[in-house]
């Protein structure tokens, strides 16, 4: 009777103890994985990154077409419009209040242009939707080592990851360019402020294009699974 007694606890221990693994477990591992689409406000995001109950996500699509900035003058992404407008009506009214809810206040690193040096780092920011900065497609997307040949004075970086970076216009199916929030080359910062970009090709134009050109927009942001 004892040796039951004593074999019916060792079982009992074991299937508690399995139990709090699997629990534990189920709190820190997410159901999604790097290259898995998801949906929010009923739009397609490619998921970047998976870390303890939080994903990175882009949108699959160039989602709309806006300038950068409305003016041509020397600025950071905490200064820009396309900022505001992300974490104000683009997020108000693209998203349910329980994915609003869901959706993380991130704080944003902005470094300088790494090619150019242009513009400054910039202060950081605390967004909930914002663009992928220049070091951030390359981790990615795909690193090909060009980007630690500083200084350079090409205008594009094109390489094996272009395919990677490529997207299309969500309403035309059309190979699309799309911003990225780095600042690019200023040649005269009163009058040449320009943001880096990736082009339809997936090359990524590390120079710049004029902040009042109207870009494509691929919204990013971090999103909690668990």
Aim: charged share 20%; proline share 4%; aromatic share 12%.
């Amino acid at each position: 009777m004892k040796h039951r007694l004593a074999a019916f606890i060792l079982i009992l221990v074991l299937a508690l103890f399995i139990t709090a693994c699997s629990t534990s477990a189920d709190l820190i591992d997410s159901p999604y994985s790097v290259g898995d689409i998801i949906y929010l406000g009923e739009l397609q995001w490619r998921v970047l990154d998976v870390q303890d109950g939080k994903v990175l996500v882009i949108s699959e699509m160039v989602l709309l077409r806006r300038m950068w900035h409305y003016e041509q003058r020397n600025l950071t992404w905490g200064m820009s419009e396309i900022r505001q407008y992300l974490n104000g009506p683009f997020f108000d009214e693209t998203f349910s209040d329980e994915e609003k809810a869901r959706i993380i206040k991130t704080n944003l690193v902005n470094t300088a242009n790494p090619w150019y040096g242009s513009a400054g780092p910039g202060e950081d920011t605390i967004d909930r939707v914002f663009l992928l900065n220049l070091d951030e497609v390359i981790e990615y997307f795909g690193d090909s080592g060009q980007i630690r040949a500083s200084p350079r004075v090409d205008i594009v970086l094109t390489d094996e990851y272009n395919s990677e970076r490529a997207a299309r216009d969500i309403e035309t199916g059309l190979a699309s360019w799309w911003w990225l929030r780095t600042p690019g080359y200023h040649v005269n910062p009163l009058l040449h402020a320009s943001a880096v970009a990736v082009n339809g090709a997936g090359e990524i134009i590390i120079y710049g294009i004029y902040v009042i050109s109207e870009g494509g927009v691929r919204p990013a942001l971090w999103l909690e699974v668990s």
